[in-house]
């Protein structure tokens, strides 16, 4: 969860470092972001390999489950400021066909191939459910890594997350309803208790405790590191004696899911005549799923077995995004559509004065 300022015009201009922050203390937290997105993958597959191998250590802390997702969603909030949200006016047109193509591609995708796997209806809803989660929490990194549009991306991130109590249950009841009982009522409580107040209460904290706040900013891509690792240990805990037999299905869904979600994020940008900084932005946020989200109302509602598909995402998603990122790091940005709509032709300096970058 870093902060990136935006470049000078000049830069942004010569096409050649528009992802270059604009001092030194932000290009050490840009090398920050790079080794924690490396990192962070590693410490989940050890947190996997923890959970399956030493089930009896994290399966009795599955109750604390949403209370970490929460200190996750309050390390986000932290990196929220006012122009985050004021982008969202800016740019409405790219912002909401970001929120449509996060919520209409990765739910319908996750349906698909459930049915087209022939899953079995705990991992059927776990996959749907990861489909119907917000954007993950370290899509915003990936972005700034792939030279995308980073104040877009925290604007899709931040918007589809404020709405998920209400359009992350309907989703799930519409699309999973046919597997299982669906308490949405109890989902959408669920999704406000771990999500959006924990979320508000960090956006608080930022408005008026800046300096507390400035001094923790660093730490906060390793803290989510740390538990979004220890949510993936207890839920992998939860289902070891069924991962052997689950899987590999399991894995080739998510790998599935996730390259649909990447692939055709990138493809609605360029449907809405998008630049090509901000079909980057897109890939990731409709691509990038919330597994902590996921995992938690899995487990809460539907048990342990639900709940690996969300495991799975969350290793896989870092590694495919880290991949994915590097490679369209080291391709040109190609030049706008001189028909591109206006929204997205505004003048740079529209851009929000800090991003946010949450890891």
Not at 154 to 163: E, G, K, N, P, Q
């Amino acid at each position: 969860m870093l902060e990136a300022t935006k470049t000078p015009n000049t830069a942004r201009d010569s096409g050649a470092a528009a992802d270059v922050p604009a001092n030194p203390a932000l290009a050490a937290e840009a090398k920050i972001a790079r080794i924690a997105v490396t990192v962070f993958p590693i410490l989940v597959v050890v947190a996997g390999l923890a959970g399956f191998l030493l089930p009896g250590a994290f399966k009795p802390l599955a109750p604390s489950v949403p209370f970490l997702l929460g200190i996750i969603m309050f390390c986000m909030g932290l990196t929220l400021t006012p122009p985050d949200f004021a982008s969202v006016a800016k740019r409405p047109w790219a912002v909401a066909l970001g929120i449509v193509a996060h919520y209409v591609i990765m739910p319908g995708a996750g349906w698909l191939i459930a049915v087209g796997l022939h899953l079995e209806p705990e991992l059927a809803v776990g996959l749907i459910l990861v489909g119907c989660a917000p954007s993950g929490t370290a899509s915003n990194v990936m972005a700034f890594l792939a030279k995308g549009d980073v104040a877009l991306s925290v604007a899709v991130a931040s918007v589809s997350t404020l709405i998920a109590p209400i359009v992350t249950p309907l989703l799930v009841l519409f699309l999973a309803g046919s597997y299982l009982s669906i308490d949405a009522g109890g989902m959408v409580q669920d999704i406000v208790k771990t999500v959006l107040l924990p979320v508000i209460a960090g956006l608080l904290a930022r408005l008026f405790l800046k300096k507390l706040v400035a001094r923790v900013l660093p730490a906060l891509p390793w803290a989510s590191a740390v538990v979004i690792s220890l949510i993936v240990a207890i839920v992998v805990a939860g289902s070891a004696s069924k991962i052997v037999a689950a899987g590999g299905i399991v894995f080739l869904a998510v790998v599935l899911h996730n390259g649909f979600g990447l692939g055709l994020g990138y493809l609605a940008g360029k449907l809405g005549r998008l630049d090509d900084k901000a079909r980057r932005a897109l890939a990731f946020e409709v691509g990038m799923q919330n597994s902590g989200l996921a995992a938690t109302l899995a487990t809460a509602h539907f048990g342990a077995l639900a709940a690996l598909p969300s495991a799975v995402f969350s290793l896989w998603h870092n590694v495919s995004g880290a991949i994915v990122a590097a490679w369209l790091a080291r391709r040109p940005i190609r030049e706008a559509p001189q028909t591109a709509a206006p929204q997205d032709t505004a003048p740079e300096d529209t851009a929000p004065e800090a991003a946010a970058l949450k890891a």
